[in-house]
């Protein structure tokens, strides 16, 4: 891969660092893991500066004046009912970020993320800063997905193994056909059915937010009770389509491996089955699944934000879409960045990781 | 005629292949058929037009699905938003395979530079989420008609084919047919296009069908947040129209259960074709892949 972009350059430039600079070349040549760390590094910094330019852009180019909205609504809400003087409208857009010219305000953006972390002031809520309200609803977004996506792949894994495994067998067909037809139904149709059935009809679980407002939060077993208990609907209904997913994937990594001369062999040493499933075959298609997850984190995002929209649940798609209503771009691209940031940087672990897990992996020459 | 023979013979090789093109075909009979049916069902009348008929009307021999809020006749909806669902994804899998396509060809067949900068980009956009952005696009782009979703979809979702096509490029190229090719000093576009292509064709189909399934995805999606393109009545907003009004209360249950098993038999339908495709066309999987 070669490096094309300018960013690439100063980047090879600030990690040679790590690298003696006199006689690096030679040096790399004869470590190729370290140089194919840096090569990795380098396509990584490439790709995050594109990605998070390209949604930049994007969402600037959306027509529409958020400096106007913002002022409509501190109209609405009397904090001041004169007409805005041109001076406070200036003052706005300097704060938000918004003056002089696309390319200087892309400059700026930049510099404010990279060297202070900062993604300026929220429209929404201003005067907080966007990343002050985008950590107040990760939490909710990271216990809800992380735990329904670690346990949707857990269980995938292990259901779809079995179903390689005992292919053939009318259970197998039955769950190899049910993935097959589930696999790729949208997250918030089962969510659809499980409101309907649990929520309106059988009123055992609550359909909307993340805990009941008549609880105070904090550390106490009737609020994380209420926390768990209003997160098992949207939980489930991603949890159960990733499962099918998974289910799928692995059956398909793992009958081909059926076929090889070490099973017959472990077969004929008189190995126990089911050792044999977990230290011979499943060894085999559980290291590409570790890579699809890692990739998989990224598109869970996407469907998260109807499952969230849909129960109401105050995590990061519910803050998107608020935001995009009200134009707020600094938290818009703020959560778009955080996405971006995660699927690349797992990616990234996972690539420089699996040759340690690995021995068979070997990206470099 | 030797394409047709071969595609009879890829689709006796696998049931589910052939389950999922006899369900695909059977939907989109019914919406090549939907004008037709629709105004059988009206008798004369247009069934979907505002006030046509008493609101809420419960399933009868008269409407077999019952009528909605607005007192429209539900199965005529269905049915004419089913072919909306289906060009959606016809719309958006047509231009997202064709871009996919060429990207592959130009970045596996050229290799070097020119694949290293078109493969980066490709992985750049695919890391991009795209549902933030659709949803970014359709709530500022006022009035926008089916095709322009479809066009705004499929910008996201070519690198998935593009991904996919290239690495059977990548591994196609070096076969000898294609040295024997080039030896015998054939034309880059000429080799492209007799050879390669054709044996492409399965995994073609399987970025089609997977580019078609985002889209139509994309649009139910769209709808759940009331983001639609103007005018246009697709599965996905039956379904919520099912929701907001409260269908569910007045005994209107075909509103939310119809769409949502269409929809699915369409997933299934597509991710059939997808997995018979792969069997067929991945000798590691064959045989062993069956029951």
Same mark, same amino acid.
């Given at each position: 891969?070669t490096?094309t972009?300018?960013?690439?350059?100063t980047?090879?430039?600030? !990690?040679?660092? !790590?690298?003696p600079?006199?006689?690096?070349?030679?040096?790399l040549?004869?470590?190729?893991l370290?140089?194919?760390?840096?090569?990795r590094?380098?396509l990584?910094?490439?790709?995050?500066?594109?990605?998070?330019?390209?949604a930049f852009?994007?969402?600037r180019?959306?027509?529409?004046d958020?400096?106007?909205?913002?002022?409509q609504?501190l109209?609405?809400?009397?904090?001041?009912?004169?007409?805005a003087?041109?001076?406070i409208?200036?003052r706005?857009?300097?704060?938000?970020?918004?003056?002089g010219n696309?390319f200087s305000?892309y400059?700026?953006?930049?510099?404010?993320?990279?060297l202070?972390?900062?993604?300026?002031?929220?429209?929404?809520?201003?005067?907080?800063p966007?990343?002050?309200?985008?950590?107040?609803?990760?939490p909710?977004?990271?216990?809800?997905?992380?735990?329904?996506?670690?346990?949707?792949w857990?269980?995938?894994?292990?259901?779809g193994?079995?179903?390689?495994?005992? /292919?053939?067998?009318?259970?197998?067909?039955?769950?190899?056909?049910?993935?097959?037809?589930?696999?790729?139904v949208?997250?918030?149709?089962?969510?659809?059915?499980? &409101?309907y059935?649990?929520?309106?009809?059988l009123?055992?679980?609550?359909?909307r937010?993340?805990y009941? !407002?008549?609880?105070?939060?904090?550390i !106490?077993?009737?609020f994380?009770?209420?926390?768990?208990?209003?997160?098992?609907?949207?939980?489930?209904?991603?949890?159960?389509?990733?499962?099918?997913?998974?289910?799928?994937?692995t /059956?398909?990594?793992?009958v081909?491996?059926?076929?090889?001369?070490y099973?017959?062999?472990a077969?004929?040493k008189?190995?126990k089955?089911?050792?044999?499933?977990t230290?011979?075959?499943?060894?085999?298609?559980?290291?590409?699944?570790?890579?699809?997850?890692?990739?998989?984190?990224?598109?869970?995002?996407n469907?998260n934000?109807?499952?969230?929209?849909l129960?109401n649940?105050?995590?990061?798609?519910?803050t998107?879409?608020?935001?995009?209503?009200?134009?707020?771009?600094?938290?818009?691209?703020? &959560?778009?960045?955080?996405?971006?940031?995660s699927?690349?940087?797992?990616?990234?672990?996972?690539?420089l990781?699996l040759?340690?897990?690995?021995?068979?992996?070997k990206?470099w020459? | 005629m030797?394409?047709?023979?071969?595609?009879?013979?890829t689709?006796r090789?696998s049931?589910?292949?052939?389950?999922?093109?006899v369900?695909?075909?059977?939907?989109?009979?019914l919406?090549?058929l939907?004008?037709?049916?629709?105004d059988?069902?009206?008798?004369?009348?247009?069934?979907?037009?505002?006030?046509?008929?008493?609101?809420?009307?419960?399933?009868?021999?008269?409407h077999?699905?019952?009528?909605?809020?607005?007192?429209?006749d539900?199965?005529?909806?269905?049915?004419s938003?089913?072919?909306?669902s289906?060009?959606?994804g016809?719309?958006?899998g047509?231009?997202?395979?064709?871009?996919?396509?060429?990207?592959?060809?130009?970045?596996?067949?050229?290799?070097?530079?020119?694949?290293?900068?078109?493969?980066?980009?490709?992985?750049?956009?695919?890391?991009?989420?795209?549902?933030?952005?659709?949803?970014?696009?359709?709530?500022?782009?006022?009035?926008?008609s089916l095709?322009q979703?479809?066009?705004m979809?499929?910008?996201?979702?070519?690198?998935?084919?593009?991904?996919?096509?290239?690495?059977q490029?990548?591994?196609?190229?070096s076969?000898?047919?294609?040295?024997?090719?080039?030896?015998?000093?054939?034309?880059d576009?000429?080799?492209?296009?007799?050879?390669?292509?054709?044996?492409?064709l399965?995994?073609?189909?399987?970025g089609?069908a997977?580019?078609?399934?985002?889209a139509?995805?994309?649009?139910?999606?769209l709808e759940?947040?009331?983001?639609?393109?103007?005018?246009?009545i697709?599965?996905g907003?039956?379904?919520?129209?099912?929701i907001?009004?409260?269908?569910?209360t007045?005994g209107?249950w075909?509103?939310?259960?119809v769409p949502?098993v269409?929809?699915?038999l369409?997933f299934?339908?597509? #991710?059939?074709?997808?997995?018979?495709?792969?069997?067929?066309? #991945?000798?590691?999987?064959?045989?062993?892949?069956?029951?």
């Open positions: 891969m490096a972009a300018p960013p690439a350059e980047v090879v430039g600030e !990690s040679a660092e !790590s690298a600079s006199r006689g690096g070349r030679a040096w040549a004869r470590h190729p370290a140089a194919y760390a840096l090569r590094f380098g990584y910094l490439v790709e995050l500066w594109g990605a998070l330019t390209i852009f994007f969402f180019m959306i027509p529409g958020p400096i106007q909205t913002l002022i609504t109209q609405q809400n009397y904090v001041y009912n004169q007409q003087s041109e001076e409208i200036e706005y857009r300097h704060e938000f970020g918004l003056d696309i305000q400059l700026k953006y930049m510099e404010n993320l990279i202070h972390g900062d993604l300026g002031p929220s429209l929404l809520n201003y005067p907080t966007a990343q002050d309200v985008i950590m107040h609803s990760l909710w977004t990271i216990g809800l997905l992380g735990v329904a996506a670690v346990m949707s857990i269980l995938g894994l292990v259901i193994a079995i179903a390689g495994w005992r /292919r053939g067998k009318l259970g197998s067909t039955i769950t190899t056909n049910l993935s097959i037809a589930l696999a790729h949208p997250f918030f149709f089962v969510a659809l059915i499980l &409101v059935v649990f929520a309106y009809t009123g055992m679980l609550p359909a937010s993340a009941d !407002s008549a609880i105070s939060p904090g !106490s077993a009737d994380i009770g209420s926390v768990l208990k209003h997160a098992l609907l949207p939980g489930f209904s991603i949890m159960l389509i990733g499962t099918f997913g998974w289910i799928l994937s /059956r398909m990594l793992m081909p491996v059926l076929g090889e001369d099973l017959v062999y077969e004929a008189g190995l089955p089911w050792r044999i499933l230290r011979y075959a499943l060894r085999n298609c559980y290291l590409p699944q570790v890579t699809a997850f890692g990739i998989s984190l990224g598109f869970i995002f469907g934000v109807l499952v969230e929209q129960f649940y105050p995590g990061l798609g519910t998107l879409v608020t935001a995009i209503q009200q134009l707020d771009f600094n938290t818009i691209i703020g &959560v778009t960045d955080i996405a971006i940031f699927v690349l940087t797992a990616v990234l672990l996972l690539d990781l040759p340690l897990l690995d021995p068979r992996v990206y020459k | 030797r394409l047709l023979t071969a595609t009879v013979k689709v090789q049931h589910r292949l052939a389950a999922g093109l369900i695909l075909t059977l939907m989109v009979l919406a090549v939907s004008p037709v049916l629709v059988a069902i009206g008798k004369g009348t247009d069934p979907i037009e505002l006030a046509a008929y008493e609101k809420w009307l419960v399933p009868s021999a008269d077999l699905l019952g009528t909605d809020q607005y007192g429209r539900v199965l005529a909806m269905v049915i938003a089913l072919s909306v289906l060009q959606i016809a719309i958006a047509v231009i997202s395979t064709v871009v996919g396509v060429v990207v592959a060809f130009v970045a596996g067949y050229k290799g070097g530079w020119v694949d290293g900068v078109l493969s980066t980009f490709t992985g750049i956009l695919l890391v991009i989420p795209t549902f933030p952005l659709l949803i970014a696009l359709s709530a500022y782009a006022k009035n926008v095709f979703v479809g066009v979809i499929s910008i996201f979702s070519w690198p998935f084919a593009a991904k996919t096509i290239r690495s490029v990548l591994s196609l190229r076969r000898p047919y294609v040295d024997l090719a080039r030896v015998s000093k054939a034309r576009l000429e080799i492209i296009a007799t050879e390669l292509l054709p044996n492409l399965p995994f073609i189909g399987v089609f997977s580019s078609a399934l985002g139509i995805f994309g649009l139910v999606g759940v947040i009331g983001l639609g393109p103007g005018g246009v697709d599965l907003q039956i379904i919520f129209n099912a907001n009004t409260g269908a569910l007045l209107a075909p509103m939310f259960v949502i269409l929809l699915t369409l299934a339908a597509l #991710n059939m074709i997808n997995i018979g495709l792969e069997e067929v066309y #991945n000798p590691r999987l064959r045989g062993v892949a069956g029951e």
